[in-house]
């Protein structure tokens, strides 16, 4: 009976140790991605100080065409509305360009801001004029522009910002952590469970 609880208990011991070091791997492979895809936009990100902008203006330009599809459909074209938002960098008199992200210049350089491509563009027209009215009831607001000058237009939200990366970390950092829990765990264990049979194996030996 002993023996059966010991082998059990062993096989649950290895089940545990694999179990951790899994998450352990798992966890090193998603913060590999994590650098391979996000460093070198992170990198990329100049615009790096924030500011106050004030809109100049906030206006449709040409429809521009996009395509959209799912699971069970083949690709199609749709349509959205570019807006483009122009604002100035505190209360100076230059002109900018503004962007959503940092990645909206190099999907379209001529919108400010690119919605999701749906079937229904009548939904789309309406997401974008509430944008657009948000803008004008605000007036003024935090941007984020590049210190140095060598991006002349500005953006509204920094995708590749330091605290978002970090938040990004938070999974694979948790499931690092968990997995050098459970090893440590088990290893505890095992050692604990070493030392209560040593006094028992030392007094059968006096016993007898």
């Known amino acids: 009976m002993e023996k059966k609880l010991f082998t059990a208990q062993k096989r649950g011991e290895t089940r545990a140790i694999y179990l951790g070091i899994g998450m352990i791997v798992c966890s090193v492979m998603m913060f ?3 650098v391979i895809n996000l460093l070198p ?3 990329k990100s100049v615009w790096t100080e ?3 902008c004030t ?3 906030a206006s449709f330009k040409d429809e521009i065409s996009c395509t959209y599809g799912s699971n069970t459909e083949c690709e199609k074209t749709s349509q959205y509305p570019c807006l483009e938002v122009l604002v100035t960098l505190n209360d100076s008199e230059n002109i900018s360009m503004l962007y959503h992200t940092e990645e909206t210049p190099e999907i379209n350089s001529e919108c400010s801001y690119i919605p999701k491509c749906e079937k229904n563009y009548t939904e789309v027209k309406i997401h974008v004029d509430i944008i657009v009215e948000n803008f004008k009831k605000t007036h003024s607001f935090g941007c984020f522009y590049d210190p140095e000058g060598r991006q002349k237009s500005i953006i509204l939200i920094r995708k590749f ?3 978002v990366l970090l938040s990004y970390c938070v999974w694979p950092a ?3 952590t968990g997995g050098i829990f459970i090893v440590i765990m088990v290893k505890l264990s095992h050692y604990l469970s070493k030392v209560s049979v040593q006094p028992n194996k030392l007094n059968t030996c006096v016993s007898e």
């Open 161 to 163: 910002a330091p605290d």
């Open 174 to 176: 948790s499931i690092f």
């Open 50 to 52: 924030k500011s106050v």
């Open 32 to 34: 590999f991605l994590l």
């Open 55 to 57: 809109l100049v203006q």
């Open 41 to 43: 936009s992170y990198k």
